[in-house]
């Protein structure tokens, strides 16, 4: 385990160089989502201080260089920094100026130009309140004026597209929500494959963020192929997200043939040492190297903006999935054996299996006197069984109620 810490320093240091060089260098990625990260480090626990340091000058040069007057109050109340009057004086000028050309170029495109003209005025005015960072009825009020006046499906998509990234910068999951099924909506009316292949992303940094990892992995998996939404992240970071909610999905044949020997998987995983490891020594069974290799991927997740808030239960899953797939093999194994097998202490193990077994997720027991772990195979009959009774004597009881309350009446 500390081979693997030891380790995990330099694997981090290699993701977050791969990570600043992608977005050093690239002008796709949205500025939203670079402030969102940004921001995520500057109030992560784990950031080491020289993190937390480039992240603030890379956020403050940002906001500087580009005017944004909003993000700027906004982050230094959140962040407990000092404000700049002068420089923050500055921006909200060049703020107003911005937005009086604006609303002169929506007025004549009214008064002397077309349909067409008014609606690019009106979108370019929604999209630059987004980016300054007002208030946010504000953005949401210019971009509801900018869709009433939008025909073309595709305009009306790509408006619903800013909006979705706009929501993720504020972490407002409901409102992401209600955009992914306003998109679903117009796609049904229309729209091009790229727009629907940018949505499936959409939806799935979603879900993930929900933690629904199964339809997430779904939908990483059906993009990989076909992804194009760079403005939220590259594609190795595609890549990091399809294995992550796959391999606590999927079953052992599923995860080889969409995942383990996905082609497109296969040109990129490289760059992710650890990643690679921990699916390797999960499909062959060669779990040592996955405990091994499970710190670093903990570092990861712990260190992006989606993953974080479910490290723990990414970790506690995973070794859910480690152990049963150890234990599918035997009827029974001997603590001494199975621990040696992982890497691990008996005591520990011991410990390990204790807490999945009370909570329902490993279907084995433990003769702590004879040192051996035994299998129990789940009887998917009595299962079912029990559970239409559950359910049948829940519906009784509803019934009861309903009868009394129109007694009453």
């Not at 260098?25 to 020289?50: C, H, M, W």
């Not at 796609?187 to 499936?200: A, H, I, P, V």
Request: with cysteine.
């Amino acid at each position: 385990y500390c081979e693997g810490r030891a380790r995990g320093a330099v694997e981090r240091a290699i993701w977050a160089t791969m990570t600043n060089r992608v977005e050093a260098t690239s002008e796709e990625t949205n500025l939203l989502i670079r402030l969102a990260r940004q921001r995520f480090v500057l109030k992560s626990e784990g950031a080491s201080p020289q993190e937390k340091d480039r992240a603030k000058k890379a956020m403050l040069d940002t906001i500087f260089a580009e005017g944004l007057s909003g993000h700027y109050s906004a982050v230094c109340g959140e962040l407990g920094w000092p404000v700049d009057e002068a420089k923050l004086g500055e921006m909200k000028a060049a703020t107003a100026k911005e937005l009086g050309s604006l609303e002169e170029k929506i007025t004549d495109a009214v008064e002397n130009l077309g349909d067409t003209e008014v609606r690019e005025a009106l979108a370019a005015k929604a999209e630059f309140i987004c980016k300054v960072g007002a208030p946010k009825e504000e953005r949401l009020l210019a971009f509801k004026i900018a869709d009433e006046k939008t025909v073309a499906i595709g305009h009306k998509l790509d408006m619903v597209f800013s909006q979705l990234v706009m929501s993720i910068f504020d972490e407002d999951f409901q409102l992401m929500r209600d955009l992914i099924e306003k998109c679903k909506l117009l796609l049904e009316k229309g729209g091009d494959w790229e727009r629907k292949n940018k949505l499936k992303v959409y939806e799935a940094i979603y879900l993930m963020a929900t933690r629904g990892f199964t339809e997430a992995g779904e939908l990483f998996l059906s993009s990989v192929a076909t992804f194009t939404t760079t403005e939220l992240f590259p594609y190795t970071m595609l890549i990091l997200y399809t294995i992550i909610t796959s391999i606590i999905s999927l079953d052992r044949v599923s995860l080889k043939k969409k995942v383990v020997d996905a082609p497109e998987i296969l040109t990129v995983i490289g760059e992710m040492p650890a990643l690679e490891q921990l699916l390797n020594s999960l499909y062959e069974c060669k779990y040592g190297d996955f405990f091994k290799a499970l710190p670093e991927v903990a570092d990861l997740i712990k260190n992006d903006m989606f993953l974080a808030p479910h490290h723990r239960y990414f970790l506690r899953e995973i070794r859910t999935v480690v152990y049963s797939q150890f234990l599918e093999s035997y009827k029974s194994v001997s603590l001494d054996g199975m621990a040696k097998t992982f890497g691990l202490t008996p005591d520990f193990l011991v410990t390990e299996l204790a807490r999945f077994i009370v909570s329902g997720a490993i279907n084995c027991k433990i003769d702590k006197v004879a040192g051996i772990v035994e299998t129990i195979q789940p009887d998917s009959k009595n299962t079912l069984y029990q559970s239409t009774i559950k359910k049948g004597d829940h519906l009784l009881n509803k019934v009861q109620k309903l009868g009394r309350v129109i007694d009453m009446e």
